[in-house]
C-alpha cells in the first residue's frame, strides 16, 4: 500500500491532479459544501465492500452505499454533502481522492478504490457525531469499527470487524441501558453523545475479577434493565454475545403470545437478567451464561435460609435448591414505601420489572 500523504497535503495534491484531469475538479469541490454529518434524508450507510453495494459505483446511484462513499470521502478530507446521492461533488471528490492515492482517475469507485478509501478511513479517524448516520443492524464499514472500539474500551468483548451484527447490537443495548437511554439497538444522537461523554465508562463497565461484590452496584445494573422486555433464552450468549439483551430462541418455547416473539426480539429472561446484573455489577459470569439450575451450582453462590437474605441475593423457585425454574434479584427495603422488592424477568408479552419480593423460593448469598 503507498505510503498515506497528511490529510491537508493529499487534498491539496489532489485537487491540483483533478484539476488537470477534470476540467471543474478544483472548482467543483471548492464549491461543495462543508458537510460532514448526514442530511436528515440520507439512506441509512451501507458498507462499500457489502454485497448489498454493486462492484463499481457510478455517478447516478442513490443508496446506502454512496452514503458510505460520502461518508469515508469526508473522513480523508473532502467537505461534500452527505445525502446519498452520487452527483457531480461525489464525483470530483471520489477524482480526488483516486488522483491523491495513485489510482486510475475515473470516478468510478471500483474494488482498488473502496480498499484504499477503508484503509485511509481508519479507525480512530471517524467521529461518529458528525461523519455516520444511525448505526443499526447491517451496517458495515470504518464507522461500525469506531464504534465497536470504544465499545470494548467501555467493557464489550466485541471483534472489530466493522460488521454490525448481533453481538454489536446487543453491546450497544447494554450501553443504552446503562446510560439511561432507549434501548433500541440504534446509535442515534442521543447514543453518540453518551459514547463521548467524559462519564461514558461510569457504567456497564465490569470491575475488576476479584473485587468484593457491592450489592449496591449490582442492584444498579439491573435497575438499568427496567423496560427491558422479557426474552426466552434472551441473556444467554446464543450468538456468541456477552452477558446483557440478546436475541432469544424458540426452542422450547411455550409462552401464550404465538408466534414465538423469542428469535426476532431483543431481551432478557429471568436467568439472563441475573446474569447480567452480576456481569456488569460484580465483574463475574454466573454459570458462564448457564440456565438456572446450572447457575444454583456455581462457585459464586452458597445457599442460606430466608431470614438470612440481604439485598443482592438471589431467590430460586423450584422443586428444590438445584432444580428450578425462575429467578429473581433481591432489591431490599423500597425506601419511600419500606416494602421488600425484587427485579424480575417474568415472562413474554412482559418487561424487567421493579416490583413487591415473592417468597417461598431458595435463597443464595452471591461472593467474589
Not at 497535503?9 to 469541490?29: K, W
Not at 491523491?100 to 481508519?122: E, Q, W, Y
Not at 468484593?212 to 435497575?223: E, F, N, S
Not at 432489591?331 to 408479552?349: I, N, Q
Request: net charge negative; aromatic share 6%.
Amino acid at each position: 500500500m503507498p505510503t498515506l500523504l497528511p490529510a491537508r497535503r493529499r487534498l491539496a495534491l489532489g485537487l491540483a491532479l483533478a484539476a488537470v484531469v477534470s476540467g471543474f475538479g478544483a472548482l467543483a469541490a471548492s464549491a461543495a459544501p462543508a458537510a460532514t454529518a448526514p442530511t436528515p434524508t440520507a439512506p441509512t450507510p451501507i458498507g462499500l465492500t457489502s454485497p448489498a453495494c454493486p462492484v463499481d459505483i457510478r455517478q447516478g446511484e442513490a443508496d446506502g452505499c454512496v452514503t458510505q462513499l460520502q461518508l469515508e470521502l469526508n473522513a480523508t478530507g473532502a467537505a461534500i454533502a452527505v445525502d446519498g446521492q452520487f452527483g457531480p461533488g461525489t464525483l470530483t471528490a471520489v477524482r480526488v481522492f483516486q488522483a491523491a492515492h495513485a489510482l486510475a482517475v475515473d470516478g468510478i469507485v471500483g474494488p482498488g478504490t473502496k480498499s484504499a478509501l477503508d484503509a485511509a478511513a481508519a479507525p480512530g479517524t471517524v467521529d461518529l457525531r458528525t461523519q455516520c448516520g444511525d448505526l443499526r443492524t447491517g451496517a458495515s464499514g470504518p464507522c461500525v469499527t469506531t464504534l465497536q472500539t470504544m465499545l470494548n474500551k467501555l467493557g464489550a468483548r466485541l471483534g472489530v470487524d466493522g460488521q454490525f451484527g448481533p453481538a454489536t447490537d446487543t453491546a450497544v443495548r447494554d450501553f443504552q441501558a446503562f446510560h439511561g437511554l432507549g434501548v433500541d439497538g440504534v446509535v442515534g444522537q442521543g447514543t453518540k453523545a453518551a459514547l463521548y461523554s467524559g462519564n461514558a465508562g461510569s457504567t456497564g463497565t465490569p470491575p475488576p475479577p476479584g473485587t468484593p461484590v457491592d450489592p449496591g452496584k449490582v442492584l444498579a445494573a439491573a435497575k438499568a434493565f427496567l423496560s427491558v422486555p422479557y426474552v426466552w433464552g434472551g441473556g444467554h450468549s446464543l450468538r456468541g454475545e456477552g452477558p446483557g439483551p440478546s436475541l432469544g430462541t424458540c426452542d422450547g418455547y411455550t409462552g401464550s403470545i404465538q408466534p414465538c416473539p423469542a428469535d426476532t426480539t431483543a431481551g432478557l429472561d429471568c436467568s439472563g437478567l441475573v446474569r447480567a446484573a452480576y456481569w456488569f455489577g460484580a465483574g463475574f459470569d454466573l454459570a458462564n451464561g448457564g440456565d438456572t439450575n446450572q447457575q444454583t451450582l456455581d462457585r459464586h453462590l452458597t445457599q442460606v435460609t430466608e431470614s438470612q437474605r440481604r439485598p443482592g441475593d438471589l431467590e430460586y423457585f423450584g422443586t428444590d435448591a438445584h432444580t428450578t425454574t425462575h429467578v429473581v434479584l433481591y432489591a431490599g427495603a423500597d425506601p419511600a414505601t419500606g416494602a421488600d422488592m425484587m427485579y424480575e424477568a417474568k415472562e413474554t408479552g412482559t418487561d424487567v420489572h421493579y416490583v413487591g419480593l415473592r417468597t417461598g423460593g431458595f435463597w443464595y448469598h452471591v461472593t467474589a
